[in-house]
């Protein structure tokens, strides 16, 4: 059996200000105190976490935390991604662009105009992504690649032979 994991004894300071944290208005704040708290007076993980409503796996994170960086545990860090991967890789980005210069016809599909949600399934059936991508992921690639995305716009015509003269010169 694991020995279980306890937060390393705390110095006055640090008690004082765990303590102090247990009254603190931000939830954050307040869970982290609790938990190095509890595992300082010698609960185990699963205890802790049964009682505060978390997982093992946060209240062991929370430890090894503190453990590493002391009252730094009680600031929110950042939730972006230090390193992120790009859904379509250079070569696949410019078969997807390549692909919007073609119509959605010759791919199957039922209208003529591009949707940023219809690009997105397309490519996906094509093989230039390994799972169905959001249409964002889809406008930031575009974006990558300097290509601009503007939603399709359906122009009001009208059959009167001098629509566009009386469109132009500003008199119905």
């Given at each position: 059996m694991k020995?279980?994991?306890?937060?390393?004894?705390?110095?006055?300071?640090?008690?004082?200000?765990l303590e102090g944290g247990l009254h603190s208005p931000e939830a954050f704040v307040l869970r982290r105190c609790q938990i190095v708290l509890a595992s300082?007076?010698?609960?185990?993980?699963?205890?802790i976490a049964r009682h505060l409503g978390c997982s093992d796996e946060t209240v062991r994170e929370v430890i090894?935390?503190?453990?590493?960086?002391?009252?730094q545990v009680l600031i929110a860090q950042?939730?972006?991604?230090?390193?992120?991967?790009a859904a379509f890789p250079?070569?696949?980005?410019?078969?997807l662009k390549d692909l919007l210069h073609h119509s959605?016809?010759?791919?199957?599909?039922?209208?003529?105009?591009?949707?940023?949600?219809?690009?997105?399934?397309?490519?996906?059936?094509?093989?230039?992504?390994a799972e169905r991508v959001s249409d964002?992921?889809?406008?930031?690639?575009?974006a990558r690649l300097g290509v601009p995305w503007k939603r399709?716009?359906?122009?009001?015509?009208s059959p009167d032979p001098e629509y566009e003269r009386k469109k132009s010169s500003g008199t119905a």
């Open positions: 020995e279980p994991i306890f937060v390393r004894t705390l110095t006055d300071d640090e008690r004082k200000g300082a007076r010698g609960e185990h993980i699963s205890a090894h935390r503190f453990d590493q960086y002391g009252m950042s939730r972006r991604p230090k390193k992120i991967q250079p070569a696949q980005a410019e078969r959605p016809r010759e791919y199957g599909q039922p209208t003529s105009l591009w949707t940023l949600e219809l690009a997105a399934e397309v490519s996906f059936a094509q093989g230039l992504t964002e992921t889809i406008r930031a690639t575009l399709a716009k359906h122009w009001i015509t």
